[in-house]
């Protein structure tokens, strides 16, 4: 028999009969029972989730889950002061909602995708339209929110762009220069990921993982097997799931960095070459490539594809001491040359120029619409899934985390050269002193009827998985949050007011997923 769940092996926490229902209370990487999510009538469930927001929770997600005809809807919820998440339910309903977005803006996007997938109306909603499909007429078809006025125009860019990027459509309201609102239509790529993972885990499923954001492989391959290793092991479901071996805990922290560092140093090209300021902007594009090969030399694969796997890494890498050596001694020339590009940029009077006071959020926007990663860093604030939800080996090797002021393009740059920075001097701690283990451990079968959640701070920002499980232990729903969900309505915020001439450097200083978002 199972025994009672404990606090502190990331089981539900359950109030006193007396108290007043709260949410069910876990750490990241951890699950439990399904019967153990507090659940309450719809309207009570919404009032419910706003008071836990009201508190300074903010919402990872919100989705829905069928049960026959009728539809639950699903909270989980980060209190990043207490390192705890929360997840809570309603009971199943068919029928229209109070909306929550009027209370709690970052709500916006989640609502419209329920309603989208469910049918499940948000009465009070501001703007519902459909987030990636519109009935079977393409994602650009709905109606657009529109500014009237004598001189007003309307600019439609998108979804087909110049060179080699992802669809999206972008429709700007202009008074001659200014932009006075933006509304961005996605979903050109929507390819059911979320729905092809029921009935799971399947031998497919890690491919699809690993793609929902090319550029972000290691992150959420990493957020996929937590989910599952969670829902593993000697009490799954009851917060004592399954643990990936030391080793392998390691290399994925050190793929995870690699990952930034690339994709960080590929930014600062690109907003350098926004600028034309070409000396920085090619010696980046330059080092990307550097640090891309560096988790080449670990797995074979640029992008770190086939490098995380349930239950650990896979298991035939060889990160031996000679090519961790190799490995450090490569890092070290590409961060000495990231200084140097670095050096390049912030030194120029007309890169600061160009940058400073371009596309600015406030804190208190960031706050409000749920920002993630380098973006609502940027405004100052302190939000880390490695420093707030720390799971895995960040358990044990800590990143200081990277803020800014100011919340602008050049707040959003310099964020990601701290980061640079920060990530490369825990590459050359990690790599110094590989631990010993094994790097894959077999994971029983997952848990019936249990629910597990998993972050990990890609370097976009915090990416969200949470796997629901039936009966046969098989997947029943899972609700994937790329962090570009959160921060899209940010690069539209930070156009208004703005010549319409710099969205291409605001759109590069977020860097958000089309992808990602479209699943």
């Known amino acids: 028999a199972r025994g009672e769940p404990r606090l502190g092996d990331g089981a539900v926490s359950t109030p006193r009969s007396d108290s007043p229902r709260r949410f069910a209370t876990i750490v990241n990487g951890a699950s439990l ?38 539809t639950r809807l699903v909270a989980v919820l980060a209190a990043d002061a207490e390192n705890t998440l929360s997840i809570g339910r309603s009971e199943p309903t068919s029928r229209a909602y109070p909306a929550l977005t009027p209370r709690h803006a970052q709500a916006h996007l989640f ?20 987030v990636r499909l519109d009935h079977g007429r393409g994602p650009a078809v709905g109606d657009f929110f529109r500014v009237e006025g004598h001189e007003v ?13 992802e669809p999206g459509h972008f429709r700007f309201q202009c008074a001659g220069e200014e932009v006075l609102h933006l509304e961005i239509a996605l979903g050109y790529q929507h390819r059911g990921v979320e729905e092809s993972m029921a009935g799971g885990p399947g031998r497919a499923a890690l491919v699809r993982v690993e793609t929902i954001a090319g550029d972000s492989t290691i992150a959420h391959a990493t957020a996929y097997a937590s989910a599952l290793e969670s829902l593993s092991g000697p009490e799954p479901g009851a917060g004592e799931g399954a643990e990936a071996p030391m080793r392998a805990q390691w290399l994925r922290a050190v793929a995870l960095e690699l990952e930034r560092l690339a994709n960080h ?32 030399m670990i797995c074979g694969n640029r992008f770190g594809r086939g490098l995380v796997r349930p239950g650990g890494c896979r298991p035939d890498l060889e990160l031996d001491t000679s090519l961790a050596a190799a490995l450090l001694g490569r890092l070290r020339v590409a961060m000495a040359e990231s200084a140097e590009a670095a050096a390049w940029l912030w030194s120029d009077s007309s890169v600061r120029e160009r940058l400073e006071g371009t596309g600015a959020i406030s804190r208190e926007m960031a706050e409000e619409i749920g920002m993630v990663g380098p973006a609502v ?28 002021p100011g919340g602008d393009v050049l707040a959003r740059a310099r964020v990601r050269w701290l980061e640079i920075q920060r990530s490369g001097a825990f590459l050359e701690e990690q790599l110094a002193s590989p631990p010993e283990d094994e790097l894959i451990a077999p994971l029983g079968p997952l848990a019936p009827y249990s629910i597990a959640v998993s972050l990990v701070e890609g370097w976009r920002g915090e990416v969200c998985h949470a796997a629901l499980t039936d009966g046969a232990g098989l ?19 930070a156009m208004r007011g703005q010549a319409i001439s710099d969205f291409p450097l605001c759109n590069k200083s977020f860097n958000l997923s089309y992808c990602g978002v479209d699943l």
């Open 33 to 70: 029972r399904w019967s153990d999510v507090p659940e309450w009538p719809v309207a009570a469930f919404v009032d419910a989730t706003a008071a836990e927001l009201d508190r300074g929770a903010r919402l990872c997600a919100w989705f829905g889950v069928s049960e026959g005809a009728a």
């Open 111 to 130: 609502e419209r995708e329920v309603w989208e997938q469910h049918g499940l109306v948000p009465e009070g909603h501001p703007w519902l339209k459909p």
């Open 153 to 165: 125009h309307e600019v439609a860019v998108g979804p087909v762009h110049a060179g080699i990027i």
């Open 265 to 296: 140093a590929g930014d600062l090209g690109a907003l350098a070459g926004d600028i034309a300021f070409l000396p920085s902007s090619a010696a980046f594009g330059k080092i990307r490539g550097d640090f891309l090969n560096l988790t080449a």
């Open 377 to 404: 860093r940027a405004c100052g604030i302190v939000r880390d899934v490695r420093f707030d939800h720390p799971a895995g080996w960040h358990r044990f090797a800590q990143t200081p985390v990277s803020v800014w």
């Open 475 to 493: 997947i029943r729903r899972y609700k994937i949050v790329d962090p570009s969900f959160h921060n899209w309505t940010g690069l539209a915020l």
